[in-house]
Structure formats: structure tokens, C-alpha cells
Nanobody
Framework: QVQLVESGGKSVQAGGSLRLSCAASGRTVDTYSMGWFRQAPGKEREFVTRVLWSSGNRYYGESVKGRFAISRNDEKNTLYLDMNNLKPEDTAVYFC??????????WGRGTQVTVSA
């Protein structure tokens, strides 16, 4: 059973930076991709970024391109999201996601990021 635990969310001022972490445990050897989504109050869950495990290709949502960066540490089984130049509209709960072939997606419980103007 794969489990994902996010951490690093906090309150920051606009223009600041944060690093989120997602620690994965369990069977992750057949991972297809991992990524980050976010959900603001009253809004649908939004794609932020993902990395394909075998190729290392990275994809970003338009609203975060040039400001956010996804990375991973395979030894620690940890995924990161570096967020720079944060804006109030980045305020949301950030969720880690793991995708495997022919299996339901795995989600973490989320970590709150609040950006004040």
C-alpha cells in the first residue's frame, strides 16, 4: 500500500518562497508519474505540476510556469515542490499525487499554503 505524506505548507507573504515535500512509502517501484495539485476554497482541484518517472519530463500548469519547480530525491523517496514569487492566488491546499499503470491514483492528505498580500 502506497502512502503519501505532504509537509512544508505555511503562511507566507506575497513574493516569498516555500518548499513542499511529499514522502512516499510502500510499493513505488512501478510509479508512472508523481505530481502536485492544489485546491482553493470553493474551487475545483487544479493541476500544478508532474514529473514522469522514467523519462524525467516535467510539466507545469500555466499559472505556475517560471515560478514553481518540481524535483525528486529517489534515495529518500521524496518529491519536492519549490515555489517562488508566491502570489495570494497560490493560496490553496496542495496535494501530492502518484500515478501507476492500471491502478487508482494515490493522494496525500494535503498541506495548506496561505499567501498574504
Amino acid at each position: 500500500q502506497v502512502q503519501l505524506v505532504e509537509s512544508g505548507g505555511k503562511s507566507v507573504q506575497a513574493g516569498g518562497s516555500l518548499r513542499l515535500s511529499c514522502a512516499a512509502s510502500g510499493r513505488t517501484v512501478d510509479t508512472y508519474s508523481m505530481g502536485w495539485f492544489r485546491q482553493a476554497p470553493g474551487k475545483e482541484r487544479e493541476f500544478v505540476t508532474r514529473v514522469l518517472w522514467s523519462s524525467g519530463n516535467r510539466y507545469y500548469g500555466e499559472s505556475v510556469k517560471g515560478r514553481f519547480a518540481i524535483s525528486r530525491n529517489d534515495e529518500k523517496n521524496t518529491l519536492y515542490l519549490d515555489m517562488n514569487n508566491l502570489k495570494p492566488e497560490d493560496t490553496a491546499v496542495y496535494f501530492c499525487n502518484l500515478e501507476r499503470p492500471r491502478e487508482p491514483n494515490i493522494w496525500g492528505r494535503g498541506t495548506q499554503v496561505t499567501v498574504s498580500a
